[in-house]
T-cell receptor
């Protein structure tokens, strides 16, 4: 079956702009989580959506938001971009259970200049 | 959120077993222990998970201490393709949230 697909793979934006990243989960997976990965902070949890509802949220400012559609596809949006938002943004889909493994996409590399 | 502690880096010779340790002293009774690895330029990849008993799969084995405050990922015969950052993670039993630690960078020497 197809894996988790993230688009675009690479993105360059300027400070102050906004950006939208997309994630298509594995078919049948209703849970989608987003992570930010930077060399200094490692992998940090952003938020998780299940059945179009945000279930969990990490410690990120309100400039970071997301949503999930009825087909489980998810988008995350970052407004008023800052240089520090440059990172690899990873999306993971899973069945919602303690034992279900998460399947990660290859990520979107965002560079803010 | 319960946290994990791992060594920053380890080295192993090819074809030899590797034991990657993880401490999680604040683990709660419903937290599952998951291990993922991340190869260069890729997203993390599931390796193995367990709750209380030791677990084996085709990739690795997971040994969990009796008090569950630590665990060890065992790669039975390291290959060059196993060079990656290995993350020990507790999956919160109530929220299902993954909290990643800093991981162990494994270097495999030919």
């Amino acid at each position: 079956k197809a894996g988790v697909t993230q688009t675009p793979r690479y993105l360059i934006k300027t400070r102050g702009q906004q950006v939208t990243l997309s994630c298509s989960p594995i078919s049948g997976h209703r849970s989608v989580s987003w992570y930010q990965q930077t060399p200094g902070q490692g992998l940090q949890f952003l938020f998780e959506y299940f059945s179009e509802t945000q279930r969990n949220k990490g410690n990120f400012p309100g400039r970071f938001s997301g949503r999930q559609f009825s087909n489980s596809r998810s988008e995350m949006n970052v407004s008023t971009l800052e240089l520090g938002d440059s990172a690899l943004y990873l999306c993971a889909s899973s069945l919602l259970s303690q034992t279900g493994e998460a399947f990660f996409g290859q990520g979107t590399r965002l560079t803010v200049v | 959120d319960a946290k994990t502690t791992q060594p920053n880096s380890m080295e192993s010779n090819e074809e030899e077993p590797v034991h990657l340790p993880c401490n999680h002293s604040t683990i709660s009774g419903t937290d599952y222990i998951h291990w993922y690895r991340q190869l260069p330029s890729q997203g993390p990849e599931y390796v193995i998970h367990g709750l209380t008993s030791n677990v084996n799969n085709r990739m690795a084995s997971l040994a969990i201490a009796e008090d569950r405050k630590s665990s060890t990922l065992i790669l039975h015969r390291a290959t060059l393709r196993d060079a990656a950052v290995y993350y020990c993670i507790l999956r919160d039993g109530r929220t299902y949230k993954y909290i990643f630690g800093t991981g162990t960078r494994l270097k495999v020497l030919a």
